[in-house]
């Protein structure tokens, strides 16, 4: 696949600081180009939840640049990409957890990564930034780890009601702060013509997922211009709504190389 990419961060109408960190990344292999990106939001107050952030995506980024080709070129296999990348998550979190303790502080980051690679997607979340994925139809990949969403699979509470109960902001895990972490993991295939979008939850707040599909749908948005110019447009439509977090999302459009490979 071939891809055209759209970053985009906001601070938001309240924060002083933006504690949310983003990375893309690309690189040539012999499966065609490979894309790897991630939104994390960080949490712990001023300048500490950006460094929880920035401390996950500096670990994802040396992971893609020094282990990730060792794990294509030798017996690639989605069980070894998982380990690979759950490994990676935990020492994220020992080493942030590390840092908040040697300032006196709880700190820690949500993290959604998506690697793409030959014909396929493979996601990794822990807390409640998220993944879709949009062509006829918006979908959402991950599943958030939150209070929130425990109590709509248990039927105590609607996905109506959710959208307006003030707690849908307690997460009950996220790397650097919680005594106990299970990250999620996803794959599908890709087709030419889609959209992944990754946000941050400040993102996709004050927004229905159909709005989201009819300002981010790929039939719409075939270049990058157009694609920032609609991200820009949902985060101050947040804005105006009154998103009071930071607004991140990273969008990434899908399209036919003639090099592609399968793996």
């Not at 013509?193 to 400040?202: A, E, H, I, K, P």
């Amino acid at each position: 696949m071939d891809f055209k990419i759209s970053v985009h961060t906001d601070r938001g109408i309240r924060k002083e600081t933006n504690e949310d960190s983003l990375m893309v990344k690309v690189a040539r292999t012999a499966y065609g180009k490979a894309l790897f990106a991630a939104v994390c939001d960080g949490m712990g107050g001023l300048a500490k939840g950006e460094l929880a952030s920035a401390e996950m995506i500096r670990m994802l980024s040396r992971w893609f640049e020094e282990e990730f080709p060792g794990l294509l070129y030798g017996g690639w296999s989605r069980n070894a990409l998982q380990a690979s990348l759950e490994a990676l998550i935990y020492r994220a979190s020992d080493r942030i957890a590390g840092c908040g303790r040697g300032i006196h502080a709880d700190m820690g980051t949500t993290v959604v990564a998506l690697l793409a690679v030959g014909d396929s997607y493979y996601i990794g979340n822990v807390g409640d930034s998220r993944a879709y994925i949009l062509k006829d139809r918006l979908r959402q990949i991950t599943k958030d780890h939150t209070w929130i969403q425990k109590e709509i699979e248990e039927g105590r509470l609607s996905r109506e009601d959710a959208g307006k109960d003030a707690r849908r902001n307690i997460l009950l895990q996220c790397v650097g702060a919680s005594p106990v972490m299970t990250p999620d993991f996803y794959m599908g295939r890709m087709e030419a013509d889609s959209m992944f979008l990754l946000c941050s939850d400040g993102f996709r707040h004050e927004v229905s997922e159909e709005e989201l599909y009819k300002y981010l749908n790929p039939y719409r948005l075939r270049d990058e211009e157009a694609m920032e110019e609609s991200l820009a447009y949902v985060t101050e439509l947040d804005k105006h709504r009154g998103e009071t977090d930071n607004i991140s999302a990273i969008l990434i459009r899908t399209d036919l190389d003639a090099g592609d490979k399968r793996c």
